[in-house]
């Protein structure tokens, strides 16, 4: 086997390792490594909300097991601003949802009503 061929297998096999290891820091990076099912256990512990005070602090509601917590987060430190804050009730968006709309809908009283009438397709093509 020429050296080349070896070469070229192990810069293939670098390169292979590379484009990995960079998949595995950008899906990290995106939050993936931190989904609730990856772990196959459910998590206690979540941020509900954050919102950014200035340009150094943040305030935070984390979510541990049924209650909440108002925390600024901070360089200089963390400061619990309420503690013991019970999580309000969720509502289920798609329970009382309208009904969405079927731009289709209206074909389907229209071929009902051709075969009330007894036309069929053979007979449409004919009398074009």
């Given amino acids: 086997m020429p050296v080349t061929e070896i070469l070229r297998l192990v810069f293939g096999f670098i390169a292979v390792l590379g484009m990995i290891g960079g998949s ?6 995106a939050g993936l490594a931190n989904l609730p ?3 196959g256990k459910k998590r206690r512990l979540a941020i509900s ?8 602090r943040r305030l935070a509601i984390v979510r541990c097991d049924d209650l909440e ?4 987060l ?3 430190g963390e400061t ?27 074909f389907g009283g229209f071929s009902r009503k051709l075969r009330e009438i007894g036309v069929k ?7 074009a």
């Fill in 37 to 39: 099912g990856a772990s």
């Fill in 24 to 29: 595995a820091f950008l899906a990290r990076k």
């Fill in 74 to 76: 901070g360089p200089s």
């Fill in 121 to 127: 397709p053979s007979d449409k093509a004919k009398a």
């Fill in 69 to 72: 917590y108002l925390i600024v």
């Fill in 80 to 106: 619990v601003v309420a503690s013991g804050l019970t999580a309000p009730a969720i509502e289920e968006e798609h329970g009382d949802a309208p009904a969405q709309f079927n731009p289709f809908a209206e």
């Fill in 49 to 56: 909300e954050s919102l950014p005070l200035d340009a150094r």
